[in-house]
């Protein structure tokens, strides 16, 4: 008997535990970076009596480079959180190793090699970034829990803000079906954008990873109507913007900035005590002070001892979330090119910002197109003649400038996409696809290269990998790119990023960093390399910053682009990079205003200041023909006519001032 009875104790206890070893409930999120399918997101959760608990499986693979993670994270039965272990990549850049276990009032954390204990405040939430979803789920439900609580602290730092903010209705399996929309403000740069169904399981997140690029996860069943939330995000992000903006002045719809040093920068002059004047949105004149009289009725602005001069451009941008319309305009960058995004994203900002329902910079968009394969980026790929040319032809009536090429397309389908661009009135800048050089992508038509490391990798190199520039092939190589006009955009500040020491003061490079939002300062915080690594690579940088210089020289178009970095003020640091290579303040500034809008088509409407040209000008303290870093000091920002003061502007996406 007491035998039977033992063996009936062990058969319930190992029934017991086989049955906390079957989860409970399970999902998939499939993840994606400019809408692609790459990766996907497992769940399990299995009960306990006193816990629950959440295994996460993370992996996607961008561009040839696994980003695995796994996660487990343990709570309460109301969802109050015991313990998150996360181990693994955020990014082809970045990884985490975090352990983080809750007891009482206090916790213990292990975060990479620095281990601490200490006291936990209310509301508080283990959460190490964007990733993975399903942490961000049981944070949703932790938060109705505590009744919708204004901030949750998160752990190891920081705290965020969660906000319903509306239903949306969308049409599914020929249905009508609502999700509910939440953003989250503290755990990104900005804001990320979620939406559960009505039992409140997480349907869709739109991010940003940790190198910055925007990210989707999506419920697995829900993945056809990804493009429409991506679409109305957009629109909902410069909604946001546009209620909290300040008003503009009423008025006549005339300006007067008097008094200040106005650039010509076609010549690189200025000339003292101007009065510039604005109306309805163009330059109605460019005059003396003491022989123009102020237009009656216009608002002035008094300009006295600052300079006046064109918005900025970024030849190189990448329009990841809402908030680098702000970011820029505050920077007193009014035009930027999109180097690949999103159709209906970048679409719906554009309209958003040109019909006055968004805050930001005019927007040039360069269509992406790349081939299929491992290392491909995008959605838009073409592998044939017909892929191609349908490509193009879609984005010229979708009213895209441009378009940009990227490193998977293959050679005979280049000059297909070059050939169609043409006819069609476009031009096509890019990466060198993979097995090309610049030379035969230049042959196939290409007509602008984004990076100057396709340049870099003609010349001839010199044993510490610096370049020779004497040698004849360098020669050869620059004369190429001179005959055949083909415009470079070298981003620079991007590898000067990339490979700086991360040991280094990174006020240096940038002298407001602690100005940025605090997710951005923690980003790239880490950015860079060990000192060895840097060192190895130094002369290389240094050789690349060199062939601005040997490139402007030679009369090849230079444009300046920054491909992200710090937002907006990426912008000064590469026009200070140009000046280091060599270029005066002058012939730098001409990279971030004519010379761009001359390579677009568009320098009888904007890129300098002269009667008739649109309205895009900014006004800083100091003078930048005589000291690059003055243009650092913008004070005030016109755009299409509108003034903005870019201290409010900053604040609006997190900016301290």
């Not at 402007?552 to 990079?577: C, H, K, N, Q, W």
């Not at 009667?611 to 000091?633: E, F, Q, Y």
Request: include cysteine.
């Amino acid at each position: 008997m007491k035998n039977l009875l033992s063996f009936f104790l062990l058969l319930c206890a190992i029934t017991t535990a086989n049955a906390q070893d079957i989860p409970a409930d399970s999902g998939v999120f499939l993840l994606h970076k400019f809408e692609q399918h790459i990766g996907k997101e497992t769940y399990k959760v299995y009960n306990y009596k006193d816990s629950k608990k959440y295994v996460v499986d993370f992996k996607f693979t961008d561009r040839g480079h696994p980003v695995p993670l796994k996660a487990t994270l343990r709570v309460n039965p109301v969802a109050d959180p015991l313990e998150l272990v996360i181990k693994g990549s955020t990014s082809r850049f970045s990884a985490v190793d975090d352990s983080i276990k809750i007891k009482g009032s206090s916790v213990f954390m292990r975060v990479n090699d620095s281990s601490y204990t200490k006291a936990i405040k209310p509301f508080t939430f283990p959460i190490t970034g964007y990733s993975p979803a399903t942490v961000q789920q049981v944070l949703l439900q932790y938060w109705n829990n505590k009744k919708q609580p204004a901030s949750i602290n998160t752990l190891p730092y920081g705290a965020l803000q969660i906000k319903k903010t509306g239903v949306d209705e969308l049409t599914f399996n020929s249905k009508k079906i609502t999700f509910n929309r939440y953003t989250i403000s503290g755990l990104i740069w900005g804001n990320e954008l979620l939406w559960t169904d009505n039992a409140g399981k997480l349907v869709c997140i739109l991010t940003i990873d940790a190198e910055g690029d925007k990210t989707e996860m999506m419920r697995e069943q829900y993945e056809i109507l990804l493009p429409e939330l991506i679409k109305r995000a957009a629109g909902y992000g410069m909604e946001a913007f546009a209620k909290v903006a300040p008003k503009q002045k009423a008025g006549s719809g005339i300006i007067a900035i008097k008094g200040g040093n106005i650039v010509d920068v076609e010549t690189g002059f200025a000339f003292p005590n101007g009065v510039l004047v604005v109306k309805n949105g163009k330059i109605a004149g460019v005059h003396k002070a003491y022989t123009y009289p102020i237009p009656k009725g216009a608002q002035v602005i008094d300009a006295t001892g600052k300079t006046i001069m064109p918005g900025l451009w970024d030849m190189h941008a990448h329009f990841e979330q809402t908030e680098w319309g702000p970011a820029y305009l505050a920077a007193g960058v009014t035009t930027v090119r999109d180097c690949g995004n999103e159709l209906g994203f970048i679409d719906a900002i554009q309209k958003a910002i040109d019909s006055g329902k968004g805050i930001g910079p005019k927007i040039l968009m360069a269509g992406i197109i790349d081939g299929k394969g491992p290392m491909s980026l995008g959605i838009i790929q073409a592998d044939t003649k017909e892929e191609a040319i349908k490509a193009v032809d879609n984005y010229k009536a979708r009213g895209f400038d441009q378009i940009k090429v990227y490193s998977s397309v293959k050679p005979a389908i280049l000059k297909v996409i070059c050939d169609e661009a043409h006819k069609v009135g476009l031009t096509v800048t890019g990466h060198i696809p993979s097995g090309m050089t610049l030379k035969s992508a230049v042959d196939s038509g290409l007509n602008m290269v984004n990076h100057v490391q396709y340049v870099y990798s003609l010349m001839k190199k010199n044993k510490d990998r610096s370049v020779n520039f004497e040698d004849s092939v360098s020669v050869a190589a620059i004369k190429f790119i001179k005959d055949h006009n083909t415009v470079i955009d070298p981003t620079i500040g991007v590898y000067e990023l990339a490979f700086r020491n991360v040991k280094d003061d990174i006020t240096k490079m940038e002298p407001a960093f602690y100005t940025l939002p605090l997710p951005l300062q923690t980003q790239f915080k880490t950015t860079g390399e060990d000192s060895a690594s840097a060192a190895t690579r130094r002369p290389m940088l240094n050789s690349m910053r060199q062939l601005v210089k040997t490139l402007y020289d030679a009369g090849v178009p230079i444009v300046a682009g920054t491909d992200m970095g710090f937002p907006g003020f990426s912008v000064y640091r590469e026009l200070e990079l140009y000046v280091e290579a060599g270029l005066t303040p002058a012939q730098a500034i001409k990279t971030g205003t004519i010379i761009p809008a001359q390579v677009m088509g568009l320098d009888k409407k904007t890129g300098s200041i002269a009667t008739g040209k649109n309205a895009d000008i900014i006004i800083v303290d100091g003078n930048p023909l005589n000291n690059i870093r003055d243009i650092r000091n913008v004070r005030v920002v016109i755009k299409a006519g509108k003034v903005y003061d870019p201290s409010t502007v900053h604040k609006m996406v997190g900016f301290s001032k």
